[in-house]
């Protein structure tokens, strides 16, 4: 069983959905198997008979998707992980980015959750009624259908334009997407901040993952937010950045691969027990790391890039001081080639560990920089920055 993002064209019309497509599919195969919200259809390529079976298929579901950013942290990470802000409030710059999470869902007409992970390859189904056992294959779903009560069955399938591990908060994309998708389908009345909220909650307490709250709000929220994490409240301070500024940010900005991933979840048990024991180096790091990100906000509101680029260097520095497992010598080398060939300042994206390094460049050395990293493995990604955060819409249903 393969799972394909499938195209069908008739006479100049497009028919096109994400499905689980049954047996392998080649140019000589005359008949296509889809298995779709519960029942079995037949398509024929090239002929009446194709457009006709689409035709039925679609006019008789309604497909609801979600899509959610991801996102990039100028400052303040690791304020955003407990026990710190509860105790001394923490505060995080960010922005989401042109790369997202997807969701599709398909009501079904009987109890079965039908999970597709397109990135993975990954097929996992369970009736809602059941009792549902964490064991690694698509958790992140079953516990948003669980803890959001879901009752009756449903197709749902799922692809992220970046890897879990990437430092660019993509599994948390997913599951405010999910949600997103899911108060949809049943109508709820959910804020942005319930929304987030739930999220958070979902990853942090019903499976007991690692990490911050920052992921969940940006994803939701979109665009450039200082969100400060004040006990049990969470603000997301949206910001009105000149749009001149934010062309010039990006224009000097690099978002390189360092050609490895990450689990997160170490290094943030080793970050939180050496805070636990009242570490001052952590401590003073954190603090310090708070204070900067307030002051990589002003500086973007007032256009002090250079400012801005020498601010990230600092905050860098101060998150090294985390734990020993931040960084690594490959981490290194491509940091310090950057700086070597024109970078500001930079930081890696995430936990740590691996992921992304983002970059801030002199805005004549920025390809100087580039081919740097190319000769020592990195990868530059394109991006651009959204502002929409969580989208929802409905499809089909003609």
């Not at 690694?136 to 009756?152: E, F, H, N, W």
């Not at 499976?207 to 920052?214: A, E, T, V, Y």
């Not at 300042?345 to 460049?361: N, P």
Request: charged share 25%; aromatic share 8%.
């Amino acid at each position: 069983m393969a799972t394909l993002l499938g195209e069908v064209k008739d006479n100049g019309r497009s028919y096109c959905l994400i499905t689980t497509i049954c047996g392998i599919i080649a140019r000589s195969n005359p008949e296509i198997k889809v298995e779709f919200g519960g029942k079995s259809f037949a398509c024929f390529r090239a002929n009446r008979r194709s457009a006709d079976s689409w035709d039925d298929m679609v006019s008789k579901s309604k497909f609801i998707r979600s899509k959610a950013p991801l996102r990039i942290s100028f400052g303040g990470g690791g304020t955003d992980v407990s026990p710190y802000p509860e105790e001394q409030g923490g505060a995080v710059l960010s922005a989401t980015i042109d790369k997202y999470t997807y969701c599709t869902l398909i009501e079904r007409d009987d109890d079965t959750v039908s999970v597709s992970s397109l990135d993975y390859e990954t097929l996992v189904k369970y009736n809602v009624n059941s009792e549902l056992q964490y064991d690694g294959k698509l958790d992140l779903v079953k516990a948003v259908t669980q803890v959001m009560g879901i009752r009756k069955g449903c197709e749902l399938l799922l692809h992220s334009d970046a890897p879990p591990g990437s430092g660019l908060g993509s599994s948390s994309a997913l599951v405010v997407g999910l949600v997103g998708a899911i108060k949809h389908w049943l109508r709820l009345p959910l804020t942005n901040y319930e929304i987030a909220e739930l999220a958070y909650r979902i990853e942090r307490e019903e499976l007991g993952i690692k990490g911050g709250k920052q992921d969940q709000y940006a994803a939701t929220f979109g665009a450039f937010n200082f969100i400060e994490f004040l006990g049990d409240r969470t603000i997301v301070n949206p910001l009105r950045i000149d749009q001149d500024i934010i062309n010039e940010l990006q224009y000097r900005l690099i978002l390189c691969y360092t050609g490895e991933t990450r689990l997160s979840a170490g290094i943030i048990e080793d970050q939180v027990s050496r805070y636990v024991q009242r570490k001052q180096d952590v401590i003073q790091a954190l603090d310090e790391i708070k204070s900067l990100a307030g002051k990589m906000k002003n500086a973007l509101l007032l256009g002090e890039l250079d400012e801005f680029g020498s601010l990230l260097h600092q905050a860098w520095n101060n998150k090294r001081r985390f734990s020993t497992k931040i960084t690594n010598p490959h981490i290194d080398q491509l940091y310090e080639a950057a700086r070597q060939g024109g970078a500001m300042g930079g930081k890696l994206l995430g936990a740590g560990g691996g992921g992304y390094l983002l970059l801030f460049c002199e805005f004549d050395r920025k390809h100087a920089v580039a081919e740097r990293l190319g000769r020592l493995g990195g990868q530059i990604a394109d991006f651009s920055f959204d502002f929409s955060g969580l989208q929802t819409w409905e499809a089909g249903g003609r």
